[in-house]
Antibody
Framework: QVQLQQWGAGLLKPSETLSLTCAVY????????WSWIRQPPGKGLEWIGE???????NYNPSLKSRVTMSVDTSKNQFSLKLSSVTAADTAIYYC????????????????????WGRGTLVTVSS | SSELTQDPAVSVALGQTVRITCQGD??????ASWYQQKPGQAPVLVIY???NRPSGIPDRFSGSSSGNTASLTITGAQAEDEADYYC????????????FGGGTKLTVL
């Protein structure tokens, strides 16, 4: 059964770097967009960014200056680093598998996250 | 534009039909995907593409799209459908950015 297992430090001080890793079990690593999504307490979902198996990345412009994603295909793992964290970065961070499907004949585009990690609560507090 | 707009809250009587909508320019290019999130749990995909349900999602959930608006319909809402629902799409401007709607809190009365 395909699953994502994520881990990382849950308590950080302001200005530190958030570091999370997500491992993919039971499925090929290629062909997907491996993504990070966060959710501040009581608020909605925010897409942080994505990385594919070759290391190509896309980041949310609002976080781009502080975000670095990487991939280790030998371990089927991908990681997130967010630098200079503040209290505003306190959130549950999810890793997820992104799917991009193009149907050329119909000129249709599907984009969806079909697999999610359980989430890691990261709290930033002095 | 990379924004998706949802109504913050919707209610439905038990057994009745409810439609949750999502608006945004990116929906003219990408079909929305829909996620159900219950308290303390990770989101779960319920609808993707034109109107596709992942395995295990009841057939009372359906999706539709017209122009810049996507809809999630629950036909015969059940108590267990009470949750937050989020739509998601991808920026159609070519910047390859993901975007979520603000979420809709569904209350089943």
């Amino acid at each position: 059964q395909v699953q994502l297992q994520q881990w990382g430090a849950g308590l950080l001080k302001p200005s530190e770097t958030l570091s999370l890793t997500c491992a993919v079990y039971g499925e090929s690593f290629s062909g997907y967009y491996w993504s990070w999504i966060r959710q501040p307490p009581g608020k909605g979902l925010e897409w942080i960014g994505e990385i594919n198996h070759s290391g190509s990345t896309n980041y949310n412009p609002s976080l781009k200056s502080r975000v670095t994603m990487s991939v280790d295909t030998s371990k089927n793992q991908f990681s997130l680093k967010l630098s200079s964290v503040t209290a505003a970065d306190t959130a549950i961070y999810y890793c997820a598998r992104g799917n991009l499907v193009v149907v050329p004949a119909a000129i249709e585009f599907y984009w969806y996250f079909d697999l999610w990690g359980r989430g890691t609560l990261v709290t930033v507090s002095s | 534009s990379s924004e998706l707009t949802q109504d913050p809250a919707v209610s439905v009587a038990l057994g009745q039909t409810v439609r949750i909508t999502c608006q945004g320019d990116s929906l003219r290019s990408y079909y929305a995907s829909w996620y159900q999130q219950k308290p303390g749990q990770a989101p779960v995909l319920v609808i993707y593409g034109k109107n596709n349900r992942p395995s295990g999602i009841p057939d009372r959930f359906s999706g539709s799209s017209s122009g810049n608006t996507a809809s999630l319909t629950i036909t015969g809402a059940q108590a267990e459908d009470e949750a937050d629902y989020y739509c998601n799409s991808r920026d159609s401007s070519g910047n390859h950015l993901g975007v979520f709607g603000g979420g809709t809190k569904l209350t089943v009365l």
